[in-house]
Nanobody, 120 residues
Framework: QVQLVQSGGGLVQPGGSLRLSCVAS????????MGWYRQAPGRERELVAT???????NYSDSVKGRFTISLDNAKNTVYLQMTSLKPEDTAVYSC????????????WGWGQGTQVTVSS
């Protein structure tokens, strides 16, 4: 059984920073890829950032240069570092990951989502 558990959301003022974490638990050998998505009220879910291990991260135009996706293999944790936050970044953020398991299978799933609110 694999789970992705998120933390790090909250309320921040415009121009501030937050770091979201997504910890993968289970019999994980390695990551294949990871991603962050967000959904604002009344809007469809949109891609924020994705990355394939060994590849170049992909960012939406709206966050490029402000957000950074990264992986700490030792901690099985995916991060989203967010800087220069804007009110339009307010949304529920969800992580995804595809991992290789010890039994030889591959698992892909979603975190539970975490609210980020950017407001003064």
């Amino acid at each position: 059984q694999v789970q992705l558990v998120q933390s790090g959301g909250g309320l921040v003022q415009p121009g501030g920073s937050l770091r979201l974490s997504c910890v993968a638990s289970g019999s994980i050998v390695s990551f294949n890829d990871m991603g962050w998505y967000r959904q604002a009220p009344g809007r469809e879910r949109e891609l924020v950032a994705t990355a394939t291990i060994g590849g170049v991260p992909n960012y939406s135009d709206s966050v490029k240069g402000r957000f950074t996706i990264s992986l700490d293999n030792a901690k099985n944790t995916v991060y989203l570092q967010m800087t220069s936050l804007k009110p339009e970044d307010t949304a529920v953020y969800s992580c995804t990951a595809e991992v290789n398991l010890k039994d030889g299978s591959t698992w892909w799933g979603w975190g539970q989502g975490t609210q980020v609110t950017v407001s003064s």
